[in-house]
């Protein structure tokens, strides 16, 4: 790396998923979830195949993480995709480029799919006083009460999962959003701030706010309670992320975020990690 690559870099964790393979993948901090539970369909499996690196059509020689989730409208027959790094994010910068599909590569489309990027920390017991969430849902196809296509901005104070109760700030973008998309996570003192390519969509603050570090994390499953019966037969999603970026300690808009990307990859930099501190391995199972 240049030292101008050095310099731009400082304090940054940035990766735009060039590996070779999953494996490459692992041994650099990423955690593929095989873990059994929430958030999903009960029974559902959570498979560490079901994410891949794949060459990206539109662009030669770069790679993409692909999340890929699928379901035949039973437990046993749906599968779904989780991706997590290390919990050292708190306040800065969480932001990455994803592509969000409206339709299913394969099969016919209606189940209540859910395509995310979020920060997370492990709930510890049922309303966890440190529970600490920042998320991006998108769901193409509704659910949870509602059949209208959004994205929510959502920052959370704690939860009960069983029987589920919530305590939280949303904040919905109606109408689906098939393609590529920029989202940028800012996490202060006091307040959370929610961009969608560049434009502010949430603040959201008082006990919302994390308190503790949390875990970039991706992932792709269904929303219990909607599935299309078994007579549709199979039905496949799948969720792309170009580039993730971490800035700890700093505000960076939007354009910044782009700004630091650019400069890193016209630098040769596929991946960079300068942010001090180990961190904690993700358990990756929330």
């Known amino acids: 790396m240049s030292a101008a690559a ?17 494996a490459a993948l692992q041994a650099q901090g990423w955690v593929l979830r095989q873990a059994p539970g929430h958030p999903g369909v009960p029974g559902a499996r959570w498979a560490p195949e079901a994410i891949a690196l794949v060459d990206d ?8 993480l692909r999340l ?15 991706a997590c790094h290390q ?3 708190l306040h800065g910068t969480v932001a990455a480029r994803v592509r969000f599909s409206a339709q ?4 016919v489309d209606g189940d209540p799919v859910v395509q995310t990027f979020y920060q997370v920390s492990p709930l510890a017991h049922d309303y966890d006083p440190t529970f600490s969430e920042v998320d991006f849902e998108h ?6 009460g509602s059949p209208q296509p959004r994205l929510y901005a959502v920052s959370w104070q704690t939860v009960r999962l069983e029987p589920w109760d919530a305590r939280n700030q949303a904040t919905e973008v109606v109408g689906a959003l098939n393609g590529w998309h920029t989202l940028v996570i800012h996490v202060d003192a006091v307040s959370t701030r929610h961009y969608l390519d560049g434009r502010l969509i949430a603040t959201h603050g008082g006990r919302n706010v994390p308190v503790v570090p949390m875990a970039p994390s991706f992932n792709l499953w269904f929303s219990p309670g909607g599935l299309l019966p078994p007579s549709a037969g199979v039905r496949v999603y799948e969720q792309d992320v170009d580039w993730v970026l971490h800035a700890p300690g700093r505000q960076l808009a939007p354009a910044q975020v782009q700004a630091e990307v650019q400069r890193l990859r016209q630098a040769g930099v596929s991946r960079h990690d300068a942010v001090a501190g180990g961190g904690h391995r993700a358990t990756c199972d929330f």
């Open 6 to 22: 050095i310099a731009i870099a400082a304090g940054l964790f940035f990766d735009d998923f060039s590996q070779p393979d999953t």
């Open 57 to 64: 059509p539109a662009r030669p020689g770069n790679r993409l």
């Open 68 to 82: 890929r989730a699928q379901t035949d409208g039973t437990p046993e027959g749906t599968v779904q995709a989780q």
């Open 87 to 89: 919990r050292r994010a």
């Open 104 to 107: 299913p590569v394969a099969g």
């Open 139 to 144: 769901l193409p196809n509704g659910g949870w």
